[in-house]
């Protein structure tokens, strides 16, 4: 079964050169070239998407759905369109099509049937950008709450103390005089209120509806089971505050008595409309942004952000590639930030089977020394704020230490690449070894992961699951082979698969991967003693407002918990301010949720914990 | 055998269980100070998990380290111009800012309502400022730097959290101290230790200029401190400054603002002394 799914899925299929050849000859007059400067792919004649979105899928063997996004036109060509990012599970690069829809009545049928993976992703849509999806059976809002007004990312609706379209202020410099934000009316002018609102008689529909969507309510009949005892089935609301969830996420859960009939995820808890904050920014002010998606793993997400922009730079004629110093120095802190992840992801899968904070520390014992050293180079644990277009903040110092204002100078001072070097050879495998002897034999994990919490890979697939989820389901599939990037080609290594598709496999993967990064890490020590003193930058330095051509780029990594993708649109005026016109997350802890309802599905409430945890959610990536 | 799986796993348990007290029993007789402790336990050879006791103990933290931006003003006794700003508000800091937390009051002319390469105003929001760097990093003028200092808590939000230039202002050595390198490569990199605009004018002048590494520098390049050395024997004025200052906490602030006042009349001898000279110059 797995064998299949990692060959090439249709015998005889085209490769991506001929693809939309084929879909134009096949669909003559639903499927055109995207013609747009700096584009690429097809439009897809909405009416008849879901048509060729069959043939993509079946005939072209497209069948993992990366990204599906909606993005306003507003002011350029009135209308919006959704972006789809299909990939083949065998490698390669993607097909891209859209689908237009004018703003007024916004509609585009759902590729739920198709992909099922689109269904949150669709939602998303609904929510902020207020496209209908006829089709999808569960059209509702996802981040904001039921009964918010209005669209957030629709390019004319406007934010709480909303100021000015675009980054920079004009109000902070030459006449910077400083005012707190709190001091203004939140919405200032921005009000607008419902013709039919009527203060006194505000009720709440959020939470009524989404029960609703259950099937539950009032009216549920009390059915007798075969012992002619009347039960009645039981929504249990796990979270938002529950301290398994990592966070604020919520699920409400359907029970038969300890079996779980319905999962329902309910996030956007801390929602912050990432994307429109990223659409306001400037190309530069997205990068510490981006850190506080996967607090985590935030040197990752700088890279994916960095890449994307890249290539939509690599566009334009004066775009120089990164050094390969910069690479070797990318990729150094991507592995590393990779051990840091699991070591963090599986030191809390056990917090959530109940091994409270002994395996934890024992992770973030050894994660605090990786922290040490992203400290003394980017400077600071977690909001490292590293990467820039064409090159990384700055190179590594020779020693790591301090020579602060504070206590114990002399304390930690070692020689950088001795530090490293102690750091991958010694300390990293030596901590993953204990993991293993720790946790692997142990017969309390096996009987509560083995079995629990399954995905077959065809499902896996099918829900967009990326990462840990997708390759402990037995799909090969790792961005760093299927579509390689940075130094990743020269670099020796295995993509880890599991074949079970449980928590087991999901805690074995990360073990393996985590064995993985530190071969790869062996193999980034020499190269980063022979390019010692080169230069970490393509140009002479990083600019501060840099230009960035019209057009469309999809760059996407391998993050620690599954695939990242940036999908960035810009349309600046070349000579105007340089902000992005669309700036898209596709954040793979968001998009992993979709499988845990049907994961769920019929397993103990104790063990949607586990699930959960073994999905390995980061809430700051999921709400964004 | 059932059960083998978790006693291997306990295994790892206790030796983390045993580790943790092995500095407990290694410097149970000693005689070190607490400070001396800590070191030895933060050091390379240490064993187990050890805990901070932040914040009677502190982690220092490496050059790099970025908190909330401090202005850079030249010395109190600058030869030239004491306390005067290395900014030229040129917006650079506010423009690249990402929350967009740097206020800046370019300064004008009276007269001739021309811009004055000076800010007349500065104003930092430490609330939203996100501590990224890009304004030290963008600043073409090396004027706006990050701080070490994050102990920034304090009991009223509205009132206090909009840093003024005064309360944002360093002197240069300041930041010589807590990032030598970072300083020196910079140094190097605007080929003098002074400010690039009182670079220029002295190239007008033909006065000598302070190269780093060079005949006139007036100060050494950072010294890498050796593993061998003795700890006490580290020539670190602001470590031994803060160490004592951890006992005697009471004492603290006295000796801030005597500093302070100090520095005050420093700059102000030194203005006094720019003055008659200037109007010495121009008696003749």
Known sequence: MTDQMIAPAAPGSLDSGDVAGYLKTKFPDAVKDDTRQGYSGVVIDRNRLVEVAESIKNELGYNYLSSATAVDYLGIEDSMEMVYHAYRTSGGGPLVFKAQTPRENAEIPSLIDVWPGADFQEREAYDLYGIHFPGHPNQKRILMWEGFEGHPMRKDWKEAYYEQELKPFDSRWPKGYARRAEELNMFGKNVKYPSDLNLSRLTDHSESSLYSGMGLGVDVEPVPDSEGLQTDKLVVNLGPHHPSTHGVFRMVVTLNGETIDQLEPVMGYLHRNHEKIGERNAWNHNMPFTDRLDYISSMSNNLGYAQAVEKLMALGARYTPPTYRAEVIRVLMVELTRIVNHLWAIGFLLNDLGAFFTPSLYGIAEREKVLDFFEAVSGSRMMCNYMRFGGVFKDLPERIRSTANLVNDQVRDFDTMKYLTELINDSLPRAIDEYDRFLTDSEIIKARTQGVGYLPAEMAIAYSAAGPLLRGSGVAYDVRRAEPYSIYPELDFDVAVRYNGDIYDRYLIRLDEMRESVRILKQILPRLEATKGESIFSGNKAIYMPRVPIGESYGRVENPKGELGYYTVSQGDPKGPQNPWRYHVRAPSFINLTALGPMCKGQKVADVVAILGSIDIVLGETDR | MYGLGILKGLGVTIRHFFESYIEDIRYAGSKLTPTQKFEKRQGTDAVGIYTVQYPEEKIAVPERFRFVPFLV??????????????????GICAKVCPPQCIWIVRSEDPVSK???????????????????????????????KMDHDYELADYDRTGTHIYDKEKLSKPFSFWRKIAPTTAWEEAVDRKSWEHTDVVKAKQKTGAPISVPGGLNDPYQPPIVPKKEEPVAAAPSAAGEAVAEAVPAAAAAPSEEDLAKEERRKKREAALARKAAEKAASEGN
Do not use: K, L, Q
């Open chain 2, 73 to 90: 003003v030249e010395d109190d006794d600058h030869p030239d111009r004491p306390g005067h700003d290395w900014c030229t508000s040129c």
């Open chain 2, 114 to 144: 021309r811009p004055v390469p000076e800010p007349e105003a500065f104003f930092i929001d430490i609330d939203i400022c996100m501590n990224c760097g890009f304004c030290a990093e963008f600043c073409p003028f090396d004027a706006i």
